[in-house]
């Protein structure tokens, strides 16, 4: 069965500075996607940014970027230029892309930015 | 609409009550997803539909629960006889069925069963 960790119950960075949010995972597929969704106060989920284990790039959504290393089963988040608007809990998410297409999440990791 | 929808935003209900919780998926979105977020936890998996397939309900946690979808749009999760340990926040989510497409999700619902 996929499994997916999130090891950082907990991260704080200062404002403009940069954080990196860990992911790793488990699955006996070669094809499958990985998210990180953000979860602010308000509770709506967001998509931050995804991406396709087939491709080798690292996806990049402005200030957003991932660490993908599909060898070594990790996907971690990295935030340039930290705003106070990023603080959220921060959820990342596995689904295969045959089969069933439900979504495995981690348990969240809350990011504080501090002023 | 632009987004996915849930009602109620909020319930409360008394421990053995029903209830039922509504989600209306984003227009040609045929696949739909809901989840349970207890507090301060990650997102649990309760029950997919994709389009006329038989819906995944691998992740319901009991009996008490289940869920259906009229038409291929709106779908109603029911929890019977409440329990305390269902308070949680029930969230809805929704893509196309290519399989390849990302989930949008609703603003969820928060239930509070006392």
């Known amino acids: 069965a996929q499994t997916v960790t999130q090891s950082q119950p907990e991260m704080s960075v200062q404002e403009a500075e940069t954080v990196t949010l860990s992911c790793t995972y488990d699955?006996?597929?070669?094809?499958?996607?990985l998210f990180w969704y953000k979860q602010p106060p308000s509770r709506q989920m967001i998509l931050v940014i995804r991406q396709e284990a087939y491709k080798q790039q690292n996806a990049t959504e402005n200030r957003f970027s991932v660490n993908f290393q599909k060898a070594a089963k990790s996907f971690s988040l990295k935030i340039s230029d930290s705003q106070l608007g990023d603080a959220a809990m921060y959820f990342c998410a596995y689904r295969r892309t045959s089969g069933t297409y439900k979504y495995i999440f981690g348990t969240g990791t809350r990011l504080k930015v501090l002023a | 609409g632009a987004g996915v929808s849930q009602s109620p935003s909020n319930k409360v209900t008394e421990k053995g009550k029903d209830v039922e919780l509504r989600c209306d998926p984003i227009s040609g979105h045929t696949a739909l997803y809901w989840y349970r977020q207890s507090l301060g936890q990650g997102l649990e998996f309760l029950i997919y539909?994709?389009?006329?397939?038989?819906?995944?309900k691998s992740g319901l946690p009991s009996d008490r629960f289940s869920a259906e979808r009229t038409g291929g749009s709106v779908s109603t999760l029911t929890i019977q006889r409440t329990q305390q340990e269902d308070s949680a926040v029930y969230l809805c989510?929704?893509?196309?069925?290519?399989?390849?497409?990302?989930?949008?999700f609703g603003p969820g619902t928060r239930l509070l069963v006392l």
């Open positions: 989510a929704s893509s196309y069925e290519t399989g390849r497409e990302t989930q949008y």
């Open positions: 699955t006996s597929e070669s094809d499958y996607y």
């Open positions: 539909f994709q389009g006329n397939s038989a819906p995944d």
